[in-house]
């Protein structure tokens, strides 16, 4: 044997290279990991690594998708516990707000009592702590980063528009937890998927997909991002039901009048009627009102909202969110911040070194995830073009929203980001047993607690009594508050025992 092949053999067993076409980069790194919650110790394994995504006909690896799974310990004889997939939106947005400030075990420590009081966010969050709410205990968790987020890459530049969609974006997601499910064996387990904001539509569209190839999913859990079902509400009536939601926040500021200032329930139950039986209905004559009825339209809304009827444009009746979230409080010289507006511009996001130096640390050192890549989202690695940057995922994201195209024909750009298709209609369609649990933030600027209550309320009774709607005293992020945070928990591991006890039945 020549020294050349056993020079070859040598390196061959010291870099092992994986079936499939991977690499040794993208290996399955597993650590052992407890936590304290309550007094439970919570005893569990955890899981870093990325998986192919392949071109079905031909297998060739188009990208690999990075997760981070936690499964607690359990008996052999024990059966198979849910399995929860989890994602945030963007799009081109990394899982780590879910992953480490929501629900997994570890989660950056922040000082919640003053988050919920509204004075903004500590000035540095460089700590992990046990997770006191994390859903462990409840599921397997697996924390997904879609392709261009995160350590998720397509394998070739050429591949990235083929994920870069919202189509292309459902089918490789629905791929993964395919992959996951095979990998690890996991087919037994009851399935779970939830996503927040944008993430919301992928959720509902892994749903509507999985359901498709007749693979059970017992629920899907839908945080701040609206109810993908297709047109339920009326534009008048959706712009109408933001109105509590200003309620809220002028609340929290002390900006209504007096009457309106010393209950908050209160103060959102007239908001909401009024904004229903009043509001909704002039907005849809509006050209035809008198204007004595326009002038009671601007008063009314103005004194729900704290902002000066002269303000609000008297020809189309409407406050934008924008124009709110400057005006509430231009006495002050500030501005409401778009995911919660208890705080103000400038004072919502901590230091972002700190915070990116703990994920890192965590995600490489303590999670042993070996690699090179820069975790997009937290760090920028090398580009080669546009002076050491490229447009990011979401500046080059298209929203297609219609069926998939047939193969080879271009995808549909004209398609607007507004609105999304009916996927949770459609796969509750096909698996009537799916149930969806739906949250929001009283105090999130872009969606409607309200409007999600009254939207399940207007349902056809086969789809409604399949969705339950919550509301939580927080924002966007709602479980960066520490109660809300509590409840969601509570409310979540509620949702998924009824769910899986309706399903066993």
């Not at 500021?253 to 139950?269: F, N, V, Y």
């Not at 004194?303 to 409407?318: P, W």
Request: glycine share 8%; net charge neutral.
């Amino acid at each position: 044997m020549t020294r050349i092949v056993l020079i070859f053999i040598a390196l061959a067993a010291a870099f092992p290279i994986a079936a499939g076409g991977e690499s040794p980069g993208d290996q399955i790194v597993t650590t052992r990991r407890q936590i304290k919650v309550g007094q439970r110790a919570l005893r569990y394994t955890a899981r870093a690594g990325r998986l192919p995504i392949r071109h079905n006909e031909t297998g060739e690896i188009h990208g690999h998708m990075f997760f981070v799974a936690y499964l607690l310990d359990r008996l052999p004889s024990e059966p198979a516990r849910p399995l929860t997939f989890l994602w945030n939106g963007g799009p081109g947005s990394n899982s780590t707000l879910v992953h480490l400030s929501g629900f997994g075990p570890k989660r950056i420590k922040s000082n919640d009592d003053q988050n919920d009081r509204g004075d903004g966010a500590p000035d540095c969050e460089c700590e992990l702590e046990d997770n006191q709410s994390t859903w462990l205990d409840q599921t397997d968790l697996v924390f997904v980063d879609p392709i261009g987020a995160g350590f998720s890459r397509p394998t070739r530049a050429e591949y990235a528009a083929e994920f870069y969609n919202t189509l292309g974006d459902i089918a490789s997601v629905t791929e993964f937890v395919r992959v996951y499910l095979t990998r690890f064996d996991a087919w037994d387990a009851p399935l779970f998927i939830g996503g927040e904001s944008y993430g919301v539509w992928r959720a509902a569209g892994v749903a509507e997909a999985l359901a498709q190839r007749r693979r059970k999913v017992a629920g899907v859990i839908l945080i701040s991002g609206g109810i993908p079902v297709g047109p339920a509400l009326s534009d008048e009536m959706r712009t109408a039901l933001f109105v509590p939601t200003r309620t809220a926040a002028a609340f929290f500021h002390k900006k209504l009048p007096p009457e309106l200032q010393t209950d908050l329930g209160s103060a959102l139950e007239k908001a909401e009627r009024w904004a229903r039986a009043e509001y909704a209905p002039a907005l849809a004559k509006r050209d035809k009102l008198s204007e004595p009825e326009r002038q009671n339209i601007l008063a009314q809304l103005a004194r729900f909202t704290g902002i000066d009827a002269s303000l609000i444009d008297a020809k189309t009746l409407v406050l934008a969110r924008q124009q709110f979230a400057e005006q509430l409080l231009r006495d002050r010289k500030q501005a409401l911040a778009r995911f919660d507006t208890r705080q103000i511009v400038g004072s919502e996001t901590p230091a972002r070194a700190e915070r990116a130096n703990l994920i890192n640390e965590y995600l490489r050192s303590t999670l042993r995830f070996k690699t090179d890549l820069a975790y997009q989202g937290i760090e920028e690695g090398f580009s080669p073009s546009a002076g050491w940057r490229t447009l990011s995922v979401g500046a080059r994201w298209n929203y297609n929203q219609g069926p998939p195209p047939p193969p080879g024909a271009p995808l549909n750009t004209d398609a607007p980001p507004g609105g999304s298709q009916p996927w949770l209609r459609r796969a509750i369609a096909l698996d009537p047993s799916i149930k969806a649990f739906v949250a929001a933030g009283l105090y999130d600027s872009l969606n409607s607690c309200a409007g999600n209550a009254y939207l399940v309320s207007q349902l056809e009774p086969e789809l409604k009594r399949n969705i339950t709607a919550a509301c939580y005293e927080g924002g966007h992020m709602m479980y960066e508050s520490r109660d809300a945070r509590r409840r969601l928990k509570q409310d979540v591991s509620g949702f998924m025992l009824e769910t899986l006890a309706g399903r066993s039945k």
